[in-house]
């Protein structure tokens, strides 16, 4: 089944300790794309790649890092998280960036004390 | 800059009567334009584009959406709402000229479908 997994789906975790959520798809996708969504404000893109070793910073991409080793992986990473990047949080990939629609994995709930 | 807005924060609509949501984007360049709906704990699903061609989208589920240049709208209708149809909404528009081809969301619709 084609689809876009992620791990884990719940995460409570306390200020400052590192965690990263994976991210892999099974499509042979080329562009990756990690968002955050909170209420009212939508979807929000934090970084993309749109190829292996190709990355760049989306609008919030303040306090995550990711790595595009290869095809299939996206992890992202919280290297010392904070209460503010409590949220939910989504892997999406598609074929290409431009007229291709996006397949979204099912989410992560993030919470930081 | 690009930007979509959906004016719309809820829809009520009665099982069986049209459901119509609101779009309505910004952007510098040719849009390409999305609907996703998400249900509750669940990821984005995709529901159409728009990206060249005719003005009338169909898309899954019965859904259809008319991308009108003019008035930068892109509004998702279906002629006959069923209470399943109940979800969160987010229109997308991709702007080719920007950096990665970024893809912006609305703020989403909450539709609610009564029977």
């Known amino acids: 089944e084609a689809q876009v997994t992620q791990n884990p789906r719940y995460l409570i975790t306390v200020t400052g300790k590192k965690l990263t959520v994976t991210c892999s798809q099974n499509m042979n996708h080329e562009y990756m794309s990690w968002y955050r969504q909170d209420p009212g404000l939508g979807l929000r893109q934090i970084y993309y790649s749109m190829n292996v070793e190709v990355t760049d910073k989306g609008d919030v991409p303040e306090g995550y890092k990711v790595s595009r080793k290869e095809k299939r992986n996206f992890p992202l990473i919280l290297e010392s998280p904070s209460p503010n990047q409590t949220s939910l949080y989504f892997c999406?990939?598609?074929?290409?960036?431009?007229?291709?629609?996006?397949?979204f994995g099912p989410g992560t709930r993030l919470t930081v004390t | 800059a690009q930007s979509v807005a959906q004016p719309e924060d809820q829809v009520n609509v009665a099982e069986g009567n049209p459901l119509t949501v609101k779009c309505t984007y910004s952007?510098?360049?040719?849009?390409?334009l999305f609907w996703y709906v998400q249900y509750p704990n669940r990821g984005l699903q995709f529901l159409l584009k728009?990206?060249?061609?005719?003005?009338l989208v169909k898309g899954s589920y019965g859904f259809e959406a008319e991308f009108n240049k003019s008035q930068t709208s892109f509004h998702l209708k279906k002629p006959s709402a069923l209470v399943s149809d109940s979800a969160l909404y987010f229109c997308?528009?991709?702007?080719?000229?920007?950096?990665?081809?970024?893809?912006?969301f609305g703020g989403g619709t909450r539709v609610l479908v009564k029977p």
């Open positions: 728009y990206i060249t061609g005719d003005n």
């Open positions: 997308a528009v991709r702007d080719m000229s920007a950096a990665g081809n970024k893809l912006t």
């Open positions: 999406a990939s598609s074929f290409r960036a431009s007229t291709s629609e996006q397949y």
């Open positions: 952007v510098s360049g040719n849009p390409y």
